[in-house]
């Protein structure tokens, strides 16, 4: 009667399998098509493979259950090519895998067996060797690696077996050691071998020499191994080795590896093409290290480590086949970076200083420099590989000021990575790298850069320099010149406020410009000239709207093509002055010429400052055509001439007592929205009152004094006002919060409205008060005659410092900080 049942089960599963898009096999997933397919049972804590599994599954995938193997487990799924068994607690003894279980599996190629030898109990277990020599057709093994165990003379068998993967991502895999008869039977034609996470410790040199095709070597996450453990590994390895990966083969706290020559001279014979040796705390190579190096070599990854100047580098351009190399630290959005003096202090430079051991080949002299401290000006000469196309030295923590750089002529270099280190400053003279294409030099805190920088790169189609402190450094208009054939263009997270007309005047071939995040208020950049823009990223600034004659530009832009113009993120004003803007993007978005991506994230502000968002644009307009066109001509009309006569008046009263008015107004919506208690407490020392113009001073004198050297702690508008809050608000709310209000006055502060409403704001609070706010720096010499009558009242009758030109500038400063601690 069973023999029966089951005859009957293996017709049905037969009958199922011809139309499988129409199978069940519950509680498995299926898919595919008759000749190749996939049961999906991982992680359903199964006993046993389920009778609805097709007879004709070629993968089985059965990670993660509980699966009991018998004899007759698989002896109806005899086209499998696949078999995934990992995460099933089958220790290695012969009662859990019987010795004929596979002998039926004529086609399998790939069997998983890893991540299983974990039960404590199993005290001496043993490779399944009975049951796995049956498996003729077998080209690839996982399976966990035992303690001092060789793999037996039954490996032999498999003649096919062309990859052995001994690892564990659960920690069932503690080879410790192995030595030159660990794999001495495998098949001697085995070209990919992994040893990879199995707390190797020991290899006994000339452990791989019996593998005479062997092509790649993976002995990475064996922390305990160091490189003495790898040189082992590589002593008489076979000629034919094409890739070498040793990730992670040191102690994670180890300081100052170095390279030593015998494992560059091990490789020398090879066919080597890829080295893997990413976080190894590596610093240099021995001086002649990188000599011995095959001459295939072309892709080299050793990111993670911390590699510092040394003599080695003399040796780089001796790589004749150096094609790729990525050196970077590991990625973070964060600033790995220490206080500049700290860093100076613990640099790898130093700390290799001890090192007694790996390190000792390497000994500084007067010429050498910690890769974090190149700031020196001398020029700097690097010769390169000639065939050397990709760079990445990213997040390596580089503190260098680029000048003076120039790299051999026949070098081939067209993609640069330095992005996330502190290379602050970008002043130019740089030569030989005219045939790079892309550059990242994002994330270094950059807020300089000359004008010939750029333009060193002539062949430049993708640049990013975002996430730096650009916004000054771009008020020069020649500073993007001659990248004509620039396409991509980031300059996100720079600190602009505004951007000269012709800043991107030589851009013709510019396909997408990227601004986000930055506090861009007008859009005045001439974009005509570029008729490839496809992408104008302006997200998360303070636009309000896109002026008339810009969207021209657009509009003819895309009579060619779509247009993507991203203002998400930014304060769009709904308000009658600005329906024509409104407007003008419902129609674009309608015809389909101009996308504005998401629209849920705009936000329109009316003029009672509620928010409503963009989803609905059309529903917006039309309620403001209708609240800003509903009044008759007649009552316009009509009361035109009374709000005449009674504005004519009124106008004389405000602008007698504009200030005074002004003031009161803002201080009223201060305390409106504020819980101001009655001992009121200040929250910054002094708000700093500047032009645009005046920002290096601010920045890199006035800031550093008083808040880095003198604990005091001030408002900037630039980095603390609200963003999104009216301005007026910003400020009045500055000047009641700080203690004083400290005003730069230059010639460019008496041009700026909103510098004089800060200084009068800050009148009107010390009348209202009775305490002493103003507090006024003098700039330069400015004529009296060029002074507005009520700046010059405020010099007056208010103290005043006048700054030095020439000359010490510490009783300035000290006289300074006395008046603001007063």
Known sequence: MEMWTRILVILISRLASASLEFLDCAPCKCSGHKGNVTADCTDLNLMEIPSSVPYVTTVLLFAGNNLSLQEDTFENLTYLKTLDLRRNTLTYTRTRFPTFMFQNLTNLTILKINDNNADSSNNDPKYPTDALEKLQSLEWLSIDGLKYQTFPTGFSKLKRLKRLSVTSSINTCNIYSVSVITFKYLNPFLDHIDVVNCNLRVVEPGTFAHQKRLKTLDISKNFYLRFDGVTNATHLISGSLEKLIINEVVPPHTLCVAIKDQFCRNLNHTKLVELHAKNNKVSVFNAAALTYLPKTLKRVYMNGNRFQYGIYVGSIASLTGLEEVYLGGPFSWKMPFPHIPEMVQTS????????????????????????????????????????????????????????????????????????RNLLTEWNGNISGLEKVEKLNISGNIAHNVGVGFFPSFKKLVNLDISHNQLGSALLKREIFSGLSKLQTLNLSNNFITKLLPKVFSDLSSLIELKLSSNSIQQVQFDIAHMKNLKVLECSKNQIQWLEHSFRAILDEISNDHIITVDLSQNPIACTCDNIHFLSWMKTSRINGRIS???????????????????????????????????????????????????????????????????????????????????????????????????????????????????????????????????????????????????????????????????????????????????????????????????????????????????????????????????
């Open 348 to 419: 790898p430079y130093n700390d290799c200083n001890n090192c007694e051991n790996e390190h000792s080949a390497y000994t500084p002299d007067e010429h050498s420099s910690s890769s974090l401290a190149m700031t020196r000006p001398y020029p700097v000469k690097i010769n390169l590989p000639p065939n050397l196309k990709i760079v990445s030295f990213s997040s390596s923590q580089l503190y260098y000021h680029i000048q003076n750089i120039s790299v051999n002529d026949n070098n081939n270099i067209t993609e640069i990575d330095v992005s």
């Open 596 to 822: 504005f991506g998401n629209l849920q994230k705009y936000v329109c502000v009316y003029d009672d400052s509620h928010r409503v968002n963009l989803e609905n644009l059309e529903e917006v307009v039309r309620e403001l055509e209708m609240s800003c066109y509903s009044y008759s001509g007649f009552f316009i009309g009509s009361a035109l001439v009374v709000f005449v006569c009674l504005g004519f008046l009124a106008c004389s009263l405000l602008y007698r007592f504009r200030w005074k008015l002004r003031y009161v107004y803002y201080a009223a919506r201060h305390r409106h929205s504020t819980s101001e208690s009655s001992s009121h407490e200040f929250v910054f020392d002094a708000f700093v009152s500047s032009a645009e113009e005046d920002r290096e001073f601010v920045v890199s004198e006035l800031l550093v004094k008083l808040e880095e050297e003198s604990d005091m702690r001030l408002n900037f508008h630039q980095r603390d006002f609200t963003v999104g809050r009216p301005i007026a608000h910003n400020i009045i709310d500055a000047v009641k919060n700080s203690k004083r209000t400290l005003v730069i006055l230059s010639r460019d502060f008496l041009k700026s409205s909103w510098c004089i409403h800060e200084l009068q704001m800050a009148h009107m609070e010390g009348v209202s008060t009775g305490r002493d706010v103003l507090l006024i720096i003098l700039m330069e010499h400015i004529p009296t005659n060029k002074i507005p009558v009520e700046v010059l009242y405020h010099m007056k009758s208010d103290s005043y410092i006048e700054y030095p030109l020439e000359g010490e500038k510490d009783v300035f400063w000290r006289r300074l900080i006395a008046s603001l601690k007063e």
